[in-house]
């Protein structure tokens, strides 16, 4: 398998499966990947996430990629049973179902009180696992975000327009929803136990890319403690990416629906820990 990727100066993390230590405790962590033809990516982004210091199990939710993702993944279940998790679907039925099935697999399995999301290609460094993780279980935060858009406009390889196209939409989201979040589509992100048991997740309603803005628009009206953490959010450079116009367009159009929906409505204040 073709790793060069790995040798990016940006990604410090060691991806080999070979190098896997292994660990004397349950993790604490899950880090959730949803997939479709992730063939080339799959093994190192699992490996990188094995190799982490602070011990992180991994759920793949794999789409029935006809490339063989999910077989790849079975065969590094075997060699890392209990750290290494699967859930296959029978066909693309849209990244939020998929994380909210993985949100509700973290939920019966009591030893997972932080539960992450992240991309399958390195678009986001998984270095940048263990400060999601700081934030929430050092410094106490009930959600923390992998920001592109915090400091700056952190975004490498992206063309211009996509970079445009998403940086304002996440300024027209914040705008329109009165979230303090500069980066309200991000997709690697850490929620607590603690969150995931108190939101709704049957009724999240978004299944694509606006499905980010309704869980943290969701979390924010619930109270909880909400942190950006800034990252550089790197371009695939293996695969094909699944992001699309209409994508950004549910973004933009669904966020007016999710803000007039919540007018009125009564919240639980969860800003108080117990």
């Given amino acids: 398998m073709d790793t060069s990727f790995v040798n990016n100066p940006l990604i410090t993390v060691e991806c080999s499966l070979d190098k896997v230590k292994p ?5 604490d962590c899950l880090v959730i990947i949803p997939t479709y033809n ?8 699992i490996g990188a996430v094995l190799n982490l210091p602070h011990p992180m199990d991994v759920l793949i939710i794999d789409d029935n990629s006809p490339d063989g993702t999910a077989s790849i993944v079975k065969d590094i279940m075997a060699r890392f049973p209990g750290r290494v998790h699967l859930l296959e679907r029978e066909g693309k039925l849209g990244l939020g179902t998929a994380y909210i099935a993985g949100f509700k697999w973290a939920l019966a399995h009591d030893q997972y009180g932080y539960i992450f999301e992240m991309d399958a290609d390195f678009s986001h460094n998984p270095a940048d696992l263990l400060r999601l993780y700081k934030a929430c279980a050092l410094e106490g935060h009930d959600m923390a975000i992998g920001s592109r858009y915090i400091t700056g406009v952190n975004v490498v ?17 914040r ?8 980066d309200t589509t991000a997709g690697f992100c850490c929620y607590t136990r603690r969150v995931l048991k108190a939101l709704p997740l049957d009724n999240i309603r978004f299944k694509g ?20 953490v800034p990252i550089i959010f790197i371009n695939r450079l293996l695969g094909t990416s699944k992001m699309s116009g209409s994508i950004f367009s549910e973004a933009v159009f669904g966020v007016i629906k999710l803000k007039t929906s919540s007018w009125g409505k009564k919240y639980p204040d969860y800003s108080k820990k117990d």
Avoid: C, D, L
């Avoid at 660990?23 to 993790?27: G, K, R």
């Avoid at 390889?157 to 989201?173: E, F, T």
């Avoid at 606006?210 to 950006?228: C, L, N, P, V």
């Fill in 38 to 45: 992730e063939k080339e990516n799959v093994e190192a982004i």
């Fill in 209 to 228: 890319y606006a499905f980010q803005i309704e869980m943290k628009f969701t979390t924010f009206k619930y109270g909880f403690s909400i942190k950006e």
């Fill in 175 to 182: 705008f329109i929803t009165g979230m303090p979040i500069h």
């Fill in 23 to 27: 660990s004397a405790e349950p993790s």
């Fill in 157 to 173: 390889n992206w063309p211009m327009g996509r970079v445009m196209m998403s940086y304002y939409a996440s300024k027209y989201v």
